[in-house]
């Protein structure tokens, strides 16, 4: 069994190459539930959701989230009531468009918690209507949210952060609210401990792994066996591919680079992969304490995932 601990996009992308490397019902994958949101009465999951939709080959390839094909009917008809909501009323919020067909996972999945399921199970339930070979776990079932310190507001949710305000802010603190009472998901220990190999994926390092290493067991579980545990590094030659990761290093005071990345994992991970791009700075990965490993990582393709995937299997 091979486990990794995911995040969103870029997870996805590179679970999607893995399977075509190793057998799907092989692979665990435990997943970033931090960034959940309830709205409009409805159980969001982002991050379960995108890796859902992509190993099922339904996901929207140009956003890299959401499905192909998508319509917004619902939210464009729920416009028509946001200038009538009250202030600090969230009932007419469009800013985090829900599409038409996504709509019915998160009422699946909210009416299934309703009657007492655990997410997990529900999860299982969602991955197997989708035809998704591997196995999804969330990192907890209890909750826990990102909240980013920002200059006018101060704490701010998740999604305030990265939708509505396309993590456009600086960011001067991040914190994992409950994440110190948090348990780990069922079978999420278990699948640390009994895998040949666990992967953490090129995800964010502060707001995508960052939640999961929080809960309690999950960290001591992959320190425990950091000689197996490989990385691959979200940040190529200074940059992330997408999203906020190397603005949040660098406001973080971390440096924002593979050597940012070692550091932040070096504790966990004994092994990082980098970028050719950053290939002069493998020396510096290795003065961190983490032994570098140099090979393409930008995942452009179902091939170069693939080769990607290959690479962290034999690193």
């Known amino acids: 069994m091979i486990t990794v601990l995911a995040g969103g996009v870029g997870a996805a992308r590179y679970l999607a190459g893995l399977v075509q490397v190793v057998p799907p019902d092989d692979i665990t994958a435990v997943v970033n539930t931090a960034d959940d949101v309830w ?5 969001i999951c982002p991050d379960l959701d995108t890796v859902t939709y992509t190993l099922a080959g339904a996901v929207d390839a140009e956003r890299g989230w959401g499905l ?3 319509t917004w009917r619902a939210v464009e008809a729920l416009a028509r009531y946001t200038p009538v909501a009250p202030a600090g009323s969230v009932a007419g919020t469009t800013w985090f ?8 996972t998160h009422l699946y999945r909210t009416a299934r918690l309703a009657e007492g399921a655990g997410l997990a199970r529900v999860t299982a339930e ?21 909240r980013l310190t920002v200059a006018e507001e101060g704490e701010i949710g998740f999604q305030e952060y990265f939708v ?8 001067s603190a991040v914190r994992f609210a409950g994440a110190d009472r948090s348990h780990p998901g069922p079978g999420v220990l278990d699948a640390l401990a009994e895998a040949e190999r666990v992967v953490i994926a090129p995800s964010n390092p502060i707001v995508s792994i960052g939640p999961v290493v929080a809960v309690p067991g999950v960290s001591e579980a992959l320190a425990a066996r950091r000689a197996d ?26 440096e924002a680079s593979v050597v940012g990345v070692a550091r932040l994992y070096t504790a966990v991970a004994g092994t990082l992969v ?24 930008v995942m452009s393709g179902p091939a170069e995932a693939a080769a990607l995937a290959r690479t962290t299997l034999v690193a």
């Open 229 to 254: 545990v490989v990385a691959v590094s979200p940040i190529v030659a200074g940059a992330a591919l997408r999203g906020p990761a190397d603005r949040l290093l660098r406001g973080l005071g971390h």
């Open 68 to 70: 192909a094909g998508e």
């Open 97 to 104: 468009r829900l599409g038409d067909a996504d709509l019915a």
């Open 39 to 43: 709205l409009h009465g409805l159980r």
């Open 164 to 171: 509505h305000r396309r993590h456009d802010e600086a960011v």
């Open 274 to 297: 980098l970028d050719q791009a950053d290939a002069a700075l493998a020396g510096d990965v290795e003065a961190a304490g983490v032994r570098p490993v140099v090979a393409p990582t």
């Open 126 to 146: 969602v991955t197997r209507a989708w035809g998704v070979g591997p196995r999804l776990l969330p990192m907890t079932e209890d909750p826990v949210e990102t």
